[in-house]
């Protein structure tokens, strides 16, 4: 017999591919040949003459990342945003056969989805159905791994808003339904007047959470006091921004502001930081730094000249990350952050040849 979850499931999947194929007739209709980027072959050759295995090397990143950061910390929250298909390992031998990457997957507490239902590419346009059909296949991947999935769906109104949370809920996921993307996500949405599924609850764990805030810029709301205070002002369970406020960190106090709802209740606060790309206006940026000096520095991100993809895998780069008092990571633990969730994770296929034009969100 079917399970009444599973029928839900199956029943969401359908309706939304009828969604998606009324918007996409043509993308509905087209059969895709070959693989994609992702699922190429992924050891490249260094000069050195090393071969480098460049979607292995970003998951030990996290893995470093995460192993120190718990070291400091034990109940540190780490979750990985963008690029989900992490999650699977391509075989060595056979290209067509995957498995779990389970190491990766165990060093990590979930996963962050941008555009799963809404605003894969663009703000307010429905994800086609194919690619929602293999986003689909990894968070259940993650979930039945134990791993808490956030979704961050784009969209254009209260409509799409309200569409996109009951799609996440069907499916037993922590969404927010944004009005924008990266730097310009700089304000609270105006689509609902309350968080959705607001608890008077107190979070002490991701699987509390029933909803969440995701910030990139910050400057906006004034000095650190009054954006820490604005914030205060809501009911959202996690709150989650860049550690730089303008040009200076967030103080502790003012992060200990935001680990408080409205109602007085505690919520989680993580920091996004961005392991994939280094930015010329980041408080480790030295004078004389530039694109191949020093020699991890790669090529600027093409939406974005002043931030550069990094050689993630050397010593170098991992130094300013985490290991000591000095480093991102510990900053960020000692300001009295509760976790981080990691991005620039798909910096990984810019070395593999391609441009992922993505960078810190």
Do not use: C
């Amino acid at each position: 017999m079917t399970r009444p979850g599973t029928l839900r499931a199956s029943v969401l999947l359908f309706l939304l591919t009828v969604l998606t194929m009324a918007a996409f007739p043509a993308a509905a209709q087209t059969t895709i040949q070959g693989r994609t980027t992702e699922e190429d072959v992924q050891i490249q050759r260094q000069e050195t003459g090393v071969l480098l295995d460049f979607r292995e090397q970003i998951r030990e990143l996290v893995q470093k990342i995460s192993a120190y950061a718990r070291s400091q910390r034990p109940n540190f929250v780490v979750i990985t945003k963008g690029s989900p298909e992490l999650l699977k390992k391509i075989d060595d031998i056979d290209e067509t056969k995957t498995f779990p990457a389970r190491a990766y997957m165990r060093s990590i507490d979930g996963i962050m989805i941008d555009g799963l239902f809404y605003g894969e590419k663009t703000v307010g346009i429905p994800t086609p159905p194919e690619q929602l059909e293999k986003k689909l296949q990894l968070v259940r991947m993650a979930k039945k791994n134990r791993l808490n999935v956030m979704v961050i769906d784009y969209v254009e109104n209260a409509e799409q808003a309200d569409q996109s949370y009951a799609f996440n809920e069907e499916l037993d996921l922590t969404p927010f339904a944004a009005g924008a993307m990266g730097e310009e996500l700089n304000s609270i949405p105006k689509f609902r007047e309350y968080p959705y599924q607001e608890n008077p609850k107190s979070i002490v764990s991701m699987t509390d959470a029933k909803n969440f805030l995701y910030l990139g810029d910050t400057s906006g709301f004034g000095r650190q006091d009054e954006f820490s205070l604005k914030i205060h002002d809501t009911n959202y369970d996690i709150i989650a921004v860049n550690i730089m406020h303008g040009r200076t960190p967030l103080s502790r106090q003012a992060v200990e502001t935001l680990k408080y709802k409205k109602l007085g209740s505690k919520r989680l606060v993580l920091a996004h930081v961005d392991i994939g790309s280094a930015a010329a206006y980041d408080y480790y940026w030295q004078d004389g730094w530039r694109e191949g000096s020093p020699s991890w520095i790669a090529a600027p991100l093409r939406d974005n000249p002043d931030r550069y993809y990094v050689q993630y895998w050397r010593q170098e780069w991992q130094n300013l990350l985490f290991g000591d008092t000095n480093s991102y990571i510990y900053g960020l633990i000692y300001q009295g952050f509760d976790g981080v969730i990691l991005t620039g994770l798909d910096v990984y296929k810019y070395f593999l040849g391609g441009d992922s034009g993505e960078g810190e969100q």
